[in-house]
């Protein structure tokens, strides 16, 4: 059984930076592809980035292409989403997905994925 666990969300200014956490066990990264997705209140999940299952390979959306950065420890297990020049925008609950089986033409869609985190909640102030 896969699990994946958030860590590192909370308060900061905008221009600010944070650096999420996503550990995962029950299989391990070369396995899994784990993408970051995020909601905030009244929109729909939004991707974020994506680590592909393992390799190096990795995917951005446009709106955090040049901020974020997705990187693993393989030895941990783990996926980091470092965020910088955080934007009030950025605001939202931050999910990180896990699936073995996904094609890159899916990596974006949410319902893609077998397994979720219970998010991490991430707020930028003005």
């Known amino acids: 059984q896969v699990q994946l666990s958030e860590s590192g969300g909370g308060l900061v200014q905008a221009g600010g930076s944070l650096r999420l956490s996503c550990a995962a066990s029950g299989r391990t990264l070369r396995d899994l592809t784990i993408t970051w997705f995020r909601q905030s209140p009244g929109k729909e999940r939004e991707f974020v980035a994506a680590m592909w299952r393992g390799g190096q390979n990795t995917y951005y959306a446009d709106s955090v292409k040049g901020r974020f950065t997705i990187s693993k420890d393989n030895v941990k297990n783990t996926v980091y989403l470092q965020m910088n020049r955080l934007k009030p925008d950025d605001t939202a609950v931050y999910s990180c997905?896990?699936?073995?089986?996904?094609?890159?033409?899916?990596?974006?869609?949410?319902?893609?994925?077998?397994?979720w985190g219970p998010g991490t909640q991430v707020t930028v102030s003005s």
């Open positions: 997905a896990g699936d073995s089986r996904l094609i890159l033409s899916s990596v974006r869609g949410h319902r893609n994925y077998d397994y």
